[in-house]
């Protein structure tokens, strides 16, 4: 898989791993602004359980993989066409 193919396919996984991991969860945000802005705070608590919970993750971790092995690929070919 080339380098292009493996971006797409990487950008498609964790973004659908993020999104059904986000639309089958249930929890609460919130955020606080304070004087000084050192009090100031925001709070994500989300919760996802059954099957959405285990593909979202294995999505997102499949993207994540992806990316970081197109970026090794794409450091390596850098490195070889400054060799050569």
């Keep these: 898989m080339n380098r292009q193919k493996m971006i797409i396919v990487a950008t498609v996984a964790l973004a659908l791993g993020l999104v059904w991991l986000v639309s089958y ?35 997102t971790v499949v993207g994540v993989l992806l990316l970081l092995a197109s970026a090794v690929t794409s450091i390596v070919d850098l490195a070889i066409a400054r060799r050569g």
Excluded: E
Aim: proline share 6%; aromatic share 8%.
């Design 25 to 59: 969860s249930n929890g609460t945000a919130g955020f606080n602004v304070a004087n000084p802005v050192a009090g100031s705070k925001f709070s994500v608590s989300l919760i996802t359980t059954g099957w959405p919970a285990l593909g979202g993750m294995a999505l």
